[in-house]
């Protein structure tokens, strides 16, 4: 709720009865809700699509009410892209880093050394592991795997003991696959970008305090941006930062009163899609418009079939076809609460695109 020049509190609804809310805070507005997923087209589709390393459920909420808010962004640029075993949302650092097991292409190349030069003296940063995997697929030298036929049966079991801690379901694929690291490896694949100021930056511009540009709102955790590599840890002491901060500032004062007309007003938006629905209109559902925006984001904005790679002008094809369907997403339509939803999430979704075209 943006009253005054200032966020005074936030409107919701109920998913299961549809009783819509209008929240005061007296103090200030701390926006925690995390990062954004589902921008772009996942590495896995169909019934498996939400099988991602980030959360399926961070629409990018909470960076969309502070857009909407007027609230000044940063780092939208920076992308999220992480390396995991394929098919899953498993990390590669426990196979890389506690293991050692080596990174090789088809060729049986260790190629990060035998190729690029990485070694003892100078290690592959994170992003460059990722470049010259792409490039070794890019160039018909993939899939890339992690090299296990050289394990011996104890080091197996101790490393299957170590997933299953971490990533019991991929434990259970190669069970139901029938793998055997003894006779090969691991495939290693990639995944997002993700929207997300705890890996990367991108998030609110906030003061030390994380205070953002517009009063009476704060922003912890992946929201935060310019903060980056501060994961769980750092994500709860922002959030601890941003409670002190809200706290000790003295509140402008405000009128609190958010009258009946203007709960109507945003009551009536919100819900108009389910009307829509009752009364029959032409429209299109929540999941029409999340394919189309996806597949716009994928194949114009550095998606993962386009191996993450951007220019000027497929990003203006992009901006262009996103101003388009803001116009078919006025007609969205909504047969229940949820449903209703998800109209909502794929409109923040929209919102984060357009800034990380912006970026």
Partial sequence: IFKQGRVIGAYGFNLRNGQFYAVLARRGVIIATGGASGIYRTANTGAIAHRMWYSPFNTGAGYAMGIRAGAEMTGFEMRFIPTRLKDSATPTGVLAQTFKVPQVNILGEQYLRERYGFGTTRKATTCERLYYMLKEIKEGRGPVCFKTDHFTAEQIHELTMSLLDMSPAFVLQWAANNIDLSRGGIEIATSGPYITGGHAQSGYWIDRHRRTTVPGLYAAGDVAGGAPK?????????????????????????????????????????????NRFKEKKDGVFPHEIETKLQKIMDEYAGGIHTFYEIHQRRLDIARRMLGELKGDAAHLLARDFHELNLCREVLERIDVAEVVLAH
């Fill in 230 to 274: 501060k994961y769980v840890s750092g994500c709860w002491v922002e959030g601890f930062i941003a409670a002190q901060a809200c706290l000790a500032d003295n509140a402008v004062p405000v009128d609190h009163a958010v009258g009946d007309p203007e709960i109507e007003q945003e009551a009536e938006k919100t819900y108009a899609p389910l």
